[in-house]
C-alpha cells in the first residue's frame, strides 16, 4: 500500500513556465521532506517541514505543508532547465518509519 | 565533510550468485538507512541500522540481509540473486536517526542481474 501518492506522475513544461506538484495521504506525518533526484544519483534533500500550514521558500520554490498535516505542496516559479528530475516527497511516521512517495518525474524545456 | 559513499557504483551479478554492498555514512551519523529503486516500485525500504542494531526493516524476502559495524558503516547483502533484485540500491545517513530531519544519501549501486 503506497501511502504517499503524488501528482502528477509526469510533468514537461517550457522554461518559465509555473508548476506545482502535490503529495498526498490519508495518514497524518510528524514530517515531511522533498527531495530532487537526478538519473544516476541519490535524491537530495530540499527542504523538511513539520508544522501543520508551515510554508518554506527556496529561492523559486515554495514548500507547503497541509494543515492537518496529511498533504504537501511544491510551487516552482519561473521553471528552469536545470529543475529538471525526480521530485520525491517523503513523510516520517513516528521515530523510525519512513515512507517516499511515488515521486513526480519533471523535464523542463529551455 | 565528506558526504555518505557507496561502493561498488556498478555491479553486474548472474542470477543465483550472493552479493554485497558497502555503505559509509557521514562522519558522525549514526543511522543507516537501505532503500531499492526501480522504475515500477520507486523507492521501497529495506532495513534501518542504529549504533549496529537493527531497528525498522520493511517487506524484503529473507534473502536481503543487512548489517552495520562499530564504526557506523553498513553492509547489505542479497543471496540466490533474481532478474527482479535488478535496481539502483541506495544507501541514506541521518545523525539523529529520526526521521523528522530527512536523510543524506549516497550516489547508490546499480545492481544488474543477468
Known amino acids: 500500500t503506497q501511502l504517499l501518492e503524488q501528482s502528477p506522475q509526469f510533468l514537461s513544461i517550457q522554461e518559465g513556465e509555473n508548476l506545482t506538484v502535490y503529495c498526498n495521504s490519508s495518514?497524518?506525518?510528524?514530517?515531511l521532506q522533498w527531495y530532487r533526484q537526478e538519473p544516476g544519483e541519490g535524491p537530495v534533500l530540499l527542504v523538511t517541514?513539520?508544522?501543520?500550514?508551515e510554508v518554506k521558500k527556496l529561492k523559486r520554490l515554495t514548500f507547503q505543508f497541509g494543515d492537518a498535516r496529511k498533504d504537501s505542496s511544491l510551487h516552482i516559479t519561473a521553471a528552469q532547465p536545470g529543475d529538471t528530475g525526480l521530485y520525491l516527497c517523503a513523510g516520517g511516521r513516528g521515530t523510525y518509519k519512513y515512507i517516499f512517495g511515488t515521486g513526480t518525474r519533471l523535464k523542463v524545456l529551455a | 565533510k565528506a558526504g555518505v559513499t557507496q561502493t561498488p557504483r556498478y555491479l553486474i551479478k548472474t542470477r543465483g550468485q550472493q552479493v554485497t554492498l558497502s555503505c559509509s555514512p557521514i562522519?558522525?551519523?549514526?543511522?543507516v538507512s537501505w532503500y531499492q529503486q526501480t522504475p515500477g516500485q520507486g523507492l521501497q525500504f529495506l532495513f534501518e541500522y542504529f549504533s549496529e542494531t537493527q531497528r525498522n526493516k520493511g517487506n524484503f524476502p529473507g534473502r536481503f540481509s543487512g548489517r552495520q559495524f562499530s564504526n557506523s558503516r553498513s553492509e547489505m547483502n542479497v543471496s540466490t540473486l533474481e532478474l527482479g533484485d535488478s535496481a539502483l540500491y541506495l544507501c541514506?545517513?541521518?545523525?539523529?536517526?529520526?526521521?523528522?530531519?530527512?536523510?543524506?544519501f549516497g550516489s547508490g549501486t546499480r545492481l544488474t542481474v543477468v
Open positions: 517541514v513539520v508544522t501543520g500550514g
Open positions: 562522519s558522525g551519523h549514526r543511522s
Open positions: 495518514s497524518v506525518f510528524s514530517s
Open positions: 541514506a545517513s541521518s545523525s539523529h536517526g529520526e526521521a523528522n530531519y530527512g536523510y543524506t
